[in-house]
């Protein structure tokens, strides 16, 4: 029988934060939900210098609307629309990209609001480092798994890569990705970047920063019991006070 490690936020956000307290980070940008927002305040704190924090709803996790919560029921009834099933309180998965729950977004918005990040963000900031020569720049984005799947697909698409969402889904909690983009400048058009960049995904879902993480017996991690503690069941839960609490904006 397999055993499952069992560790709080607070110790898999400071591994993490450990982690990458050598990589110099320009900037960090987070979602608005709490837990990531703590993850991003510790790799700021872990850094040596100080890094700028920025919050944006943008990089919220996919909002589910009365879906949130629900005991998902995968049997369709015939001839029956998305829209019909949930009219009758069966809440099935969605069809297609296409599909929300009332209140919600389907994965379309989502892709959207992915799609503004990598225009007025990432592709600004690409631009920066080609024009003033910057060798390294590391930009922290700290989200959520389905917003960053909809992310990296629309950040190799930037380079001509036909990469899709689902590809990328399933990532373990504080699991990090590393994608380098860069565009070339070329000096005999007046300076002007050249595109499309190159983009290369170099690593996905890695948890390598859980390694030193131990867990002991009677407790999480390597603490010793607390049984005010949090595990990774905690937020498991379909409490959407808990998963969706925000942090106050910039």
């Known amino acids: 029988m397999g055993q499952i490690q069992l560790f709080n936020d607070v110790q898999q956000s400071e591994a993490l934060a450990e982690f990458f307290a050598d990589t110099s980070l320009t900037a960090i940008h987070s979602s608005t939900l709490e837990r990531a927002f703590l993850t991003a305040k510790a790799l ?5 210098s100080f890094v700028p924090l920025e919050t944006s709803p943008l990089l919220r996790e996919q909002n589910f609307g009365r879906g949130e919560g629900q005991r998902y029921d995968v049997r369709k009834k015939p001839r029956l629309s998305f829209e019909e099933h949930i009219a009758q309180g069966i809440f099935i998965p969605p069809f297609n990209r296409s599909d929300r729950y009332p209140g919600g977004e389907s994965l379309d918005d989502v892709s959207k609001r992915a799609d503004a990040i990598v225009k007025d963000i990432i592709l600004p900031y690409v631009k920066k480092a080609t024009r003033e020569g910057i060798q390294d720049m590391h930009i922290a984005f700290v989200s959520h798994g389905i917003f ?8 190799a698409a930037q380079g001509g890569s036909s990469l899709r969402p689902k590809q990328f889904r399933g990532l373990r909690n504080t699991g990090w990705t590393l994608v380098t983009v860069k565009a070339i400048r070329d000096s005999e058009d007046d300076g002007q970047e050249v595109y499309p960049p190159v983009v290369q995904i170099v690593q996905h879902n890695s948890c390598t920063h859980l390694d030193t993480l131990v867990r002991q017996k009677g407790g999480i991690g390597s603490s010793a019991y607390d049984p005010g503690q949090k595990d990774i ?18």
């Open 44 to 48: 700021q704190a872990a850094q040596s």
């Open 148 to 155: 960053i799947a909809e992310l990296i697909t629309l950040l």
């Open 233 to 250: 069941r905690s937020f498991m839960s379909s409490s959407r006070e808990t998963r969706l609490k925000e942090v106050p904006l910039n």
